[in-house]
C-alpha cells in the first residue's frame, strides 16, 4: 500500500511535492510534542533566532515530500535538470588520484539527492557508487527503502563485514561511495566526541576507511533552492588536513570530522534536520544483526 502510494506521488512535479512539504512540516511541528521539544533542545544549542527555527521547520517537511520523487521517480528522469555545482572540480582532481573518494553527507539540505547526483555525473566514467545500506527495522516500511535505494549507478551493500569489503574494494580501484557522517552508529561501532559542544555518538567508520584506502574525504551538502533546484556543495574536510603526524589519532579525527559538519550547519542552519536525535544513546546491536560484525 505504502509503496503503490509512494509511486503515485513521484509522478507529482516537484515542485509542488516541495510546496506540499512547507505545510507538512508545520503540521508535524504542531502535531508532534516530543517532535517539536527536540528540535527545540537541538536549535537552542545555537541560538537560532525565530525566523531561521521556521525555515527549519519548513525544509524538515519539504525533506519528507521529497522523498516520493528521489527515490520512485521513473528511471528515464534524472536529477542533473534540477542541480547546479560548487566544488565540482575538486571531486574530479581527488578521483583523478586513483584511490578513492569518501563522501561524507550530513543531515542538511537535500542529502537523498545528493548521492544521486554524483552517481549520475560520475557513475558512467568510474563505475556505480556504494553506498551502505542497513533494513528498516520496521518491516512495513522495507519494501520501499529496498526498492528505492537501487538505482543506475548507485548501488547498496549491506551494513555488514561483507560490505565493507565491498567497499574497500571499490575505494582502491579508484571509486567512491557516500556516508551520513552525523548519523548516530550502534553500540560499539562509533566514539564519542564533541558536537555543538555536545557529546555525539560519532561513526568510526569513514575516517578508518580513509586511513586504509587512502581514499579523499570530501564534504558534500545540496542546498535547497526555490523551484526544486540544488546547488551541490563539495568541500574539503579541512579540520582533518590539518592534523600531521601524531596528531592524526582516531580520536582527533573522529572530532575533525564533527568539526567539519559543524562548520557547514552554522553556514546553513535553517536547512539542517534538527529534530533528529543527533546525541542520543547508541542502541545495542545482538549477534543476530546483520551489522554485528562491522568493526569500529
Known amino acids: ?35 517539536r521539544e527536540q528540535f ?17 521547520m519548513v525544509n524538515a517537511g519539504t525533506m519528507l515530500t521529497e522523498l516520493p520523487w528521489m527515490w520512485l521517480r521513473s528511471p528515464s528522469i534524472t536529477t542533473q535538470s534540477h542541480v547546479s555545482w560548487d566544488g565540482l572540480e575538486l571531486f574530479e582532481a581527488s578521483l583523478a588520484k586513483g584511490k578513492g573518494v569518501i563522501i561524507l553527507s550530513p543531515h542538511l539540505g537535500c542529502w537523498e539527492i545528493g548521492a544521486q547526483m554524483v552517481a549520475e555525473r560520475f557513475g558512467p566514467t568510474h563505475g556505480p557508487m556504494l553506498a551502505m545500506y542497513r533494513p528498516p527495522r ?3 516500511i522495507a519494501p520501499l527503502v529496498e ?3 537501487n538505482r543506475e549507478h548507485l548501488e547498496t551493500v ?10 574497500v574494494r571499490c575505494l582502491r580501484r579508484g571509486g567512491f561511495t557516500a556516508v551520513l557522517p552525523d548519523q548516530v552508529p550502534p553500540q560499539g561501532q562509533g566514539i564519542w566526541a564533541s558536537f555543538l559542544g555536545q557529546p555525539a555518538y560519532t561513526m568510526t567508520l569513514a575516517v578508518k576507511l580513509a586511513e586504509q584506502t587512502g581514499a579523499t574525504l570530501l564534504m558534500c551538502w545540496c542546498e535547497r533552492k526555490p523551484k526544486a533546484q540544488y546547488v551541490g556543495h563539495l568541500s574539503e574536510l579541512k579540520e582533518l588536513n590539518a592534523l600531521k603526524g601524531e596528531d592524526r589519532s582516531l580520536e582527533n579525527m573522529v572530532q575533525a570530522m564533527n568539526d567539519g559538519v559543524e562548520r557547514l550547519v552554522r553556514s546553513a542552519p535553517e536547512q539542517y534536520l534538527w529534530g533528529y536525535a543527533r546525541f542520543k544513546k547508541p542502541r545495542q546491536i545482538s549477534v543476530s544483526d546483520p551489522a554485528s560484525g562491522v568493526s569500529s
Open 40 to 56: 527545540k533542545r537541538n536549535a537552542d544549542l545555537l541560538d537560532l533566532s525565530p525566523e531561521v527555527r521556521r525555515k527549519a
Open 158 to 167: 549491506p551494513a555488514s563485514p561483507q560490505g565493507i569489503r565491498a567497499i
Open 147 to 149: 526498492s528505492a535505494r
Open 138 to 140: 520496521k518491516a512495513w
Open 1 to 35: 500500500m505504502l509503496l503503490t502510494l509512494f509511486r503515485w506521488l513521484a509522478k507529482i512535479p516537484l515542485p509542488w511535492m516541495q510546496a506540499l512539504g512547507g505545510v507538512l512540516g508545520t503540521l508535524v511541528w504542531w502535531s508532534s510534542k516530543s517532535y
